[in-house]
C-alpha cells in the first residue's frame, strides 16, 4: 500500500524550497495546493467507542443506556461515537464494524474502548487530559456543496517531536439515525447516537483505510504541521448538516500493528 503522502511529499519539498529561498527563514511546510492551516488547539481529548449492533438485543438494551449516559456527561469535552453493525440507512457503517472487530478481537456485544484500550473511560479521560503531553492534535471544517459529497479539510500539527510512524483516522460521525434495534423498545424507530457512518477517504486511493492513513514517519519535529483532504459519500437522508461531524484520530501502531492511541478531536 502506497504512503498517501509520497506523492506531495515530492511536490512539497519544491514548495518549501522555494519559499526558503525566498524569505530566509521561513519553516511553514506546504501541503497539497494550500498554506492556509486550520487554527489546531494545543490539548488532549479523550476517545470513546460504543460497540453495538442493530441485531443484538444487549445492544439495545445495556449497550444503548451507557452509551446514552456517557453522552450526556462527555459529549460537549470529548470524542464518543457508536461502531454499529448491521443495515443503518445505505451507510458504510457495516464494513467498519466488522474491520474493528477483528483488528481489536472483540467477540461480545456491547463493548467499549476508552482510548482504544480497556480502562474505564473516567480514568481514561485522566490520565489522557490531566497527566499526558500533547504530542499532536487534528482540526478540521466541512464542506456540503456537493450534495453527494463531504469534503473534510483537515489540518495536522505536531507539538512534541516524535521518532514513529503516525496514522490519521478520519471517522464521519452521522447523529440520530432511524433504524432498527433489538432490544430497545422503540423497535424500528430508534434514534441511533453518534454513528460512524463513513470513514473519509484520500483522493487517488481506492482502498479505504479503516485504521488510519499513513501521513508521516520517521523523524517529526516540534511544530510541523500539513493539511490533507478527505472525501465521503453523503446519504440523501442525511439533510441535516448539524447531524453530520468528524472524530479525527491520530495513533501510531504497536509492534504486531495494532493502533496505539495518540489524540482525538471532534468539534463541540
Not at 228 to 236: H, I, K, N, S, V
Not at 253 to 262: I, L, M, S
Request: hydrophobic share 40%; with cysteine.
Amino acid at each position: 500500500m502506497p504512503n498517501p503522502l509520497m506523492k506531495f511529499t515530492q511536490i512539497s519539498l519544491a514548495l518549501v524550497i522555494v519559499v526558503l529561498n525566498i524569505t530566509g527563514c521561513t519553516k511553514e511546510t506546504i501541503t497539497g495546493t494550500s498554506s492556509a492551516f486550520l487554527t489546531v488547539e494545543e490539548k488532549n481529548e479523550a476517545l470513546y467507542f460504543h460497540y453495538s449492533h442493530v441485531d443484538s438485543i444487549n445492544s439495545g438494551d445495556i449497550g444503548y443506556t451507557t452509551f446514552s449516559a456517557q453522552l450526556e456527561s462527555y459529549d460537549s469535552l470529548h470524542v464518543l461515537a457508536t461502531i454499529t453493525g448491521g443495515v443503518l440507512d445505505g451507510s458504510n457503517n457495516d464494513t467498519i464494524y466488522t474491520s474493528h472487530m477483528a483488528q481489536h478481537g472483540i467477540l461480545t456485544l456491547p463493548f467499549y474502548q476508552s482510548n482504544l484500550g480497556a480502562l474505564p473511560f473516567q480514568q481514561a479521560i485522566i490520565n489522557h487530559t490531566l497527566s499526558s503531553t500533547v504530542v499532536a492534535n487534528a482540526a478540521y471544517e466541512l464542506n456540503f456543496d456537493d450534495p453527494s459529497k463531504i469534503v473534510i479539510n483537515t489540518t495536522t500539527q505536531f507539538f512534541e517531536n516524535l521518532e514513529d510512524s503516525v496514522f490519521l483516522s478520519v471517522y464521519v460521525i452521522v447523529d440520530s439515525i432511524v433504524a432498527n434495534q433489538a432490544g430497545h423498545p422503540d423497535g424500528a424507530s430508534t434514534i441511533h447516537r453518534k454513528v460512524i457512518a463513513d470513514i473519509g477517504r484520500i483522493d487517488g486511493f481506492n482502498v479505504p483505510q479503516y485504521h488510519g492513513y499513513k501521513v508521516a514517519s520517521g523523524v517529526i519535529e516540534k511544530g510541523y504541521k500539513f493539511n490533507l483532504t478527505f472525501e465521503a459519500d453523503r446519504q440523501p437522508t442525511w439533510t441535516d448538516t448539524s447531524l453530520i461531524s468528524v472524530g479525527l484520530v491520530i495513533t501510531t501502531r504497536d509492534a504486531t500493528g495494532k493502533p496505539v492511541f495518540v489524540n482525538a478531536h471532534t468539534q463541540h
